[in-house]
Nanobody, 120 residues
Framework: QVQLVESGGGLVQPGGSLRLSCAAS????????MGWYRQAPGEQRELVAL???????NYADSVKGRFTISRENAKNTVLLQMNTLKPEDTAVYYC??????????????WGQGTLVTVSP
């Protein structure tokens, strides 16, 4: 069974930075894409950024130029560097991963979520 463990959320002032980390563990043959979604109070969960095993990335328009997603393939880890944070970035951020398990079955898993609060 594949699991994701997230870290790095917290409280930051507008204009500040945070880095989120998500590590996958378990029986993994391949894992791609990995990414981050977020859900603000009263809103639907939305895509923030995705990264594929070849390094191709996809960002929501609202975070382009401010957020950078990267991955450490050997560690099955995905990072989200968030700069120039705005109050509207406040949300619970969820890590997501899809891939093939060691038994050959497809999987999609979610992390437990980490709260990011941007406030003066």
């Amino acid at each position: 069974q594949v699991q994701l463990v997230e870290s790095g959320g917290g409280l930051v002032q507008p204009g500040g930075s945070l880095r989120l980390s998500c590590a996958a563990s378990g029986s993994i043959f391949s894992i791609s894409p990995m990414g981050w979604y977020r859900q603000a109070p009263g809103e639907q969960r939305e895509l923030v950024a995705l990264i594929f095993s070849g390094g191709i990335t996809n960002y929501a328009d609202s975070v382009k130029g401010r957020f950078t997603i990267s991955r450490e393939n050997a560690k099955n880890t995905v990072l989200l560097q968030m700069n120039t944070l705005k109050p509207e970035d406040t949300a619970v951020y969820y890590c997501n991963a899809r891939g093939i398990s060691g038994t050959g079955s497809r999987f999609e898993v979610w992390g437990q979520g980490t709260l990011v609060t941007v406030s003066p």
